[in-house]
């Protein structure tokens, strides 16, 4: 067998909003080295039937040749890990993917059970003073609480029906997942896991002869306590324009009548009817802005994983928002080697579906730096592939929508740019990309 793969081939299956993908070493011969990274969704398009993650799980079991080197689960997000769940009966595609053997299961440290829940770091570390770990079990908790009240009669009353389904979107993203994650616990149990931190090693090296792997991320809270905060704006960063303040209602064509759109709330006294509305609409504001805030904490769990193969650089940062990036890019001891390194990538996996707070504009630069004269003609394109599904995720009014348009124009623009979407009316389950290894 040769020493370092002849080349590498990526395997992008569509799952609607979600993230799959089958990353491929071509050794001399007949040896192939297979990578899963993340196996889920939240939403199928319509032209997927019933049983479409099974027919994936058993594409992945074709064309691995019944072997997985390693399961990746990026974090824990149901558009991330659902599909590794398994059925009492066999015969879910968690149990297909398990019947692959792998050799080994990454995860980010917040997923090691033997963490304490008071943890700020992995196991090895000192004792913890801070509680993230166990603060992801009160938000999966609070989760499961958001689906019931979205799902209570009266809901789209109650809370608005924009609003309710908002909350049941990312409510069943950020529940447990138990089935999947036991399931990813036990393929663990029967290889090897390793829960990774920033600058950790990971045991896939000596895996993937030739292959080099650097964890950006996540970053543990003693490396960097900010981890624990979310921005929601920075106009330095975010793909986003800030939206008008004071921006004018539309008026009103004709005559009708007064507060036509006011919802009718019957079994209240007239002269409380105003303030329950009222009372109403802010509790499921707050309800949201919440729910909303454990999204983006669980994000920032995420692994951000850069493959190194002669070469050639690959970089799969799940669903990593702006503080995971941060401390990569700029706060971390060895920043400026990790931006040398991320100025040399040519295979990007849109973070978080290409919304706007996943691919932080310092980054995007450093992709097209000085040195750099590349674009989609050029003879080093850099090639950027995002699994998203439009209307599932903000709202363009906000300039929230995923995935963010003024970031896909600019991928459009200078990359080979594919994207999941373009498979809903070919009727394919996947597209394949290949590359060859460069010394």
Request: with cysteine; glycine share 8%.
């Amino acid at each position: 067998m040769a020493k370092t793969p002849h080349t590498v081939r990526l395997r992008t299956y569509q799952v609607g909003f979600g993230d799959c993908f089958l990353l491929s070493f071509m050794y001399s011969g007949d040896d192939a080295r297979h990578v899963l990274i993340d196996f889920g969704t939240t939403a199928l398009p319509d032209c997927c039937s019933d049983g479409h993650m099974v027919r994936v799980a058993e594409d992945i079991r074709s064309v691995t040749g019944g072997k997985l080197t390693a399961v990746i689960a990026t974090h824990r997000h149901q558009d991330h890990v659902s599909g590794f769940a398994g059925q009492r009966d066999g015969g879910g595609s968690g149990d297909i993917i398990r019947s692959l053997e792998p050799d080994l299961v990454v995860q980010p440290w917040t997923e090691d059970p033997k963490a304490a829940r008071t943890s700020s770091g992995p196991v090895t570390a000192a004792t913890a003073d801070s509680a993230l770990v166990g603060a992801l079990d009160h938000m999966h908790a609070l989760s499961e609480l958001v689906l019931l009240e979205a799902g209570r009669p009266g809901a789209d009353l109650r809370l608005g029906p924009q609003v309710r389904q908002q909350l049941s979107f990312l409510g069943q993203d950020n529940i447990q997942n138990r089935a999947a994650v036991e399931n990813l616990m036990a393929m663990g149990k029967a290889g090897r896991a390793e829960y990774l931190y920033y600058g950790a090693k990971s045991a896939l090296e000596g895996l993937l002869p030739g292959v080099k792997l650097r964890v950006l991320g996540p970053p543990t809270l003693r490396q960097y306590p900010k981890i624990k905060r979310q921005r929601s704006r920075d106009e330095e960063q975010f793909w986003h324009l800030q939206a008008l303040a004071g921006r004018a209602a539309a008026a009103e064509i004709g005559t009708p009548r007064l507060f036509p759109n006011a919802a009718v709330i019957e079994g209240k006294p007239a002269n409380t009817r105003w303030l329950v509305r009222r009372l109403q609409d802010s509790s499921a504001q707050q309800l949201l802005s919440i729910v909303r805030a454990l999204d983006r904490a669980m994000n920032n769990t995420s692994l951000i994983l850069l493959f190194k193969v002669g070469a050639r650089r690959m970089l799969f940062p799940g669903d990593a928002q702006i503080e995971n990036w941060l401390y990569a890019l700029e706060e971390a001891p060895d920043a400026e080697a990790n931006r040398a390194e991320l100025a040399a990538v040519d295979v990007y996996k849109i973070g978080h579906h290409g919304s706007l707070n996943a691919t932080p504009k310092s980054l995007w630069s450093l992709f097209f730096g000085s040195h750099h004269k590349r674009g989609p003609k050029s003879r080093q394109p850099l090639s950027t592939v995002c699994s998203t599904m439009d209307g599932k995720h903000g709202h363009e009014a906000s300039r929230t929508e995923v995935p963010r348009q003024t970031l896909v124009k600019e991928l459009e623009e200078r990359s080979d740019y594919f994207t999941t979407q373009s498979l809903t009316s070919k009727g394919k389950i996947f597209r394949d990309f290949k590359w060859k290894v460069a010394g």
